[in-house]
């Protein structure tokens, strides 16, 4: 079957835009992550999703970002205003159900460049 | 400070030699631990995990990894590699057991492989 997909695979913005990164996760998983791989660096967790519901956002680096969810499908991850050090690969992944043991099935992840 | 530590920025190996890649963990319990892999332009593919029982897990590839309580280490090996296997090398843990707080990665190891 289809794995996890992100769109647009890269985006070029300017500073002060706003962009809308999307995901969307394997066909009947429930649970949808964010992360965050800046040049070098390791993933940076974001934000979980269980369904719709996102019970815990303090992981988002800041009020200029947020996320949300329809249902149990596309997640949509919004920076406002973006800055320079907001460059970064930003990756989705998708699990059955959210349980540890559950494996996390990572998209290719939309390279973001502001500039 | 919770974390994961993967003392090796990078490894250069011939082919056909064989491979260990380090990871250790500071957690007060032990976490549920993972190793992934990330080839130039692909996304995460995952080569193992630990959750509990037999401390020499298998993974695809002929990678496998040995955990070790006393050590705080979860080490990845491979008796010969192949020159496909260049790529980067995340260790991972689920600190919650619960995949609610998503992964805490390492910043990775990436492998050279020469001819």
């Known amino acids: 079957g289809a794995g996890v997909s992100q769109s647009p695979s890269n985006k070029v913005t300017e500073k002060g835009k706003d962009v809308e990164l999307r995901c969307d996760p394997i066909?009947?998983?429930?649970?949808l992550y964010w992360y965050r791989q800046r040049l070098g660096q390791g993933l940076e967790f974001l934000i979980y999703?269980?369904?719709?519901?996102?019970?815990?956002k303090s992981g988002l680096p800041s009020d200029r970002f947020s996320a949300e969810r329809t249902g149990e499908s596309v997640s949509t991850l919004t920076i406002q205003r973006t800055q320079q050090e907001d460059s970064a690969v930003y990756l989705c992944?998708?699990?059955?159900?959210?349980?540890?043991?559950?494996?996390?099935?990572f998209g290719p992840g939309t390279r973001l460049t502001v500039l | 400070a919770q974390s994961v530590t993967q003392p090796d920025i990078h490894i250069t190996v011939s082919e056909g030699a064989s491979l260990e890649l380090r990871c250790n963990y500071s957690?007060?319990?032990?976490?549920?631990l993972f190793w992934y892999v990330q080839s130039p332009g692909q996304g995460l593919q995952l080569l193992l995990k630990?959750?509990?029982?037999?401390?020499l897990v298998q993974g695809i590839k002929g990678f496998e990894a040995e955990f070790k309580r006393s050590q705080s280490s979860f080490n990845l090996r491979k008796p010969s590699v192949h020159w496909s296997d260049a790529a980067e090398y995340f260790c991972?843990?689920?600190?919650?057991?619960?995949?609610?707080?998503?992964?805490?990665f390492g910043k990775g190891t990436h492998l050279i492989i020469q001819p």
């Open positions: 992944a998708s699990s059955l159900s959210g349980g540890g043991i559950d494996t996390q099935y």
């Open positions: 066909s009947g998983h429930t649970a």
């Open positions: 999703f269980q369904g719709n519901s996102a019970p815990d």
């Open positions: 957690y007060g319990a032990t976490p549920y």
């Open positions: 630990y959750f509990s029982g037999d401390t």
């Open positions: 991972a843990v689920d600190p919650a057991g619960g995949g609610a707080d998503g992964l805490t």
